[in-house]
């Protein structure tokens, strides 16, 4: 599995009375992830919605938004990693982060319409994205190997409606 550092290098925005980054997961309808991303000041990336799933977001203090697709069973702040996560990390350069990352692994990135990708269609785990010109890196986590790459490559990853 890749791992990549995201360094936040951005400030975020928002009314700190109104918005809380303590990193304790909730859940959340897409309307109130609309909000998140209005007091981000910034696009949050997920795919979508997926019923019957449920969406769990978690925003740290460091600016990393994660949104988890929970089925029924599943409370918010589940400890268990099987489930479809994507995370939006405010990232100075984020094509040239990746990029410095695929140079260390020794592979390379691959074009996914605007967007770089960096993955792997046979591990299961992470994969990640970056438009040019953006501050956001994207990472998009599947217990089921390829899986997080199929959805990059098929544009589900987006940034909320």
Do not use: C, K
């Amino acid at each position: 599995m890749l791992v990549v550092v995201a360094v936040v290098l951005v400030a975020i925005g928002g009314d700190e009375e109104e918005r809380v980054a303590d990193g304790v997961p909730r859940l959340a309808d897409a309307g109130e992830l609309t909000e998140l991303e209005e007091a981000l000041g910034h696009d949050l990336y997920w795919a979508g919605e997926r019923p019957p799933s449920r969406m769990e977001v978690t925003e740290e203090p460091d600016g990393n938004v994660y949104l988890r697709y929970l089925p029924a069973d599943a409370e918010a702040g589940d400890p268990r990693s099987a489930f479809l996560t994507v995370g939006t990390y405010p990232v100075a350069d984020a094509v040239g982060a990746l990029q410095d990352v695929a140079a260390e692994e020794g592979t390379s990135l691959e074009r996914s319409g605007d967007a770089f990708v960096l993955g792997s269609s046979t591990s299961e785990g992470s994969a990640y994205l970056a438009e040019p010109g953006s501050d956001l890196q994207i990472e998009v986590y599947d217990p089921r190997p390829g899986h997080a790459l199929e959805l990059i490559r098929a544009g589900a990853i987006r940034p909320v409606d």
